[in-house]
């Protein structure tokens, strides 16, 4: 699959993403954040907790697409994560959790969308 491609459909997966999660209670804070260590595809609230999710989107298995989020990707998720927290200081005393969002697109072009709650963790 070419690159753009590839970022056509990470951009329909984050969307399809934030609405199954707004869908589901969650709010959406922030999509995309950057910081100087990488970036994380959402941020949200759900039930008074804090939630840093990434998104994989993939025409494979949801196997591969989870397994994607290598462990360099997670701890650079976590210190972005921790650049969110220093900017937002109205958050610091929110419980926090990582998140992944797998969306697989099908062979009739249908997404099945799978949430995986506490995905990884940081290490401390």
Do not use: W
Request: aromatic share 12%; with cysteine; net charge positive.
């Amino acid at each position: 699959m070419k690159n753009s491609e590839n970022a056509h459909l990470g951009m329909v997966g984050e969307n399809l993403a934030v609405s199954f999660l707004k869908r589901n209670g969650y709010k959406i804070l922030a999509q995309n954040y950057h910081s100087a260590y990488g970036e994380i595809d959402i941020v949200a609230i759900g039930t008074d907790t804090l939630i840093f999710i990434e998104v994989k989107t993939r025409k494979s298995n949801l196997e591969k697409a989870l397994s994607s989020i290598s462990n360099a990707k997670q701890k650079k998720i976590i210190k972005t994560a921790y650049c969110f927290l220093q900017q937002h200081p109205e958050f610091e005393d929110f419980p926090t959790r990582f998140d992944a969002v797998a969306i697989i697109q099908k062979k009739d072009n249908t997404f099945k969308i799978n949430h995986l709650k506490n995905a990884f963790y940081p290490e401390f």
